[in-house]
């Protein structure tokens, strides 16, 4: 493991060849289009492997997405379109980064884009994510890098979410 690595702050994965990791501006409308879409693919997938189809951003408006005060960050193809992004807010009171989502178009799986978006830098705050308890290849892409699992919560019937804390 390389000395600036640790379980805290695992060491970045390679970017694949052509994409870039880069901001993303949910104002820019055919960027907002990209990751709506990517999203809605992703949490289809999500649905099926917990078994539960209530997922809010299944049914999220283009408009509801891009009016929420969060930070994207992309895995941008050559060609210019979307491959993977995370969306977060800090709380900068509490020096908390809370992960809003991280989705991977399922072209895209199995590339290392969720780690390489997620070891991004999360400005020394400490950070916490959720996911449906049963979506047990986020569950495992958690664990290996370095986030903790807290207590389960069941916030709708039939719904069991996992979260986690990556300390600062």
Excluded: K
């Excluded at 495992?140 to 807290?150: C, V």
């Excluded at 919560?153 to 990556?166: K, N």
């Amino acid at each position: 493991m390389p000395e600036d690595a640790s379980p805290r702050h695992p060491p970045r994965a390679p970017t694949p060849p052509g994409m870039a990791i880069r901001a993303l501006d949910p104002r820019d409308a055919v960027i907002a289009s990209d990751v709506h879409a990517v999203g809605r693919r992703a949490y289809a997938v999500e649905a099926e492997l917990i078994g539960f189809d209530g997922i809010p951003a299944l049914t999220e408006s283009l408009r509801d997405m891009t009016a929420r005060p969060l930070r994207w960050l992309g895995a941008v193809t050559g060609e210019g379109t979307v491959a993977a992004f995370v969306a977060w807010e800090t709380e900068p009171d509490r020096r908390v980064t809370q992960i809003d989502r991280v989705c991977v178009d399922p072209a895209w799986f199995r590339h290392g884009l969720a780690t390489r978006l997620l070891t991004e830098e999360a400005g020394g705050h400490e950070v916490r994510v959720s996911t449906g308890a049963d979506n047990e290849p986020a569950v495992r892409l958690y664990a290996r890098l370095g986030f903790h699992r807290t207590a389960d919560s069941h916030p709708e019937p039939g719904l069991r979410m996992a979260h986690f804390v990556r300390p600062r």
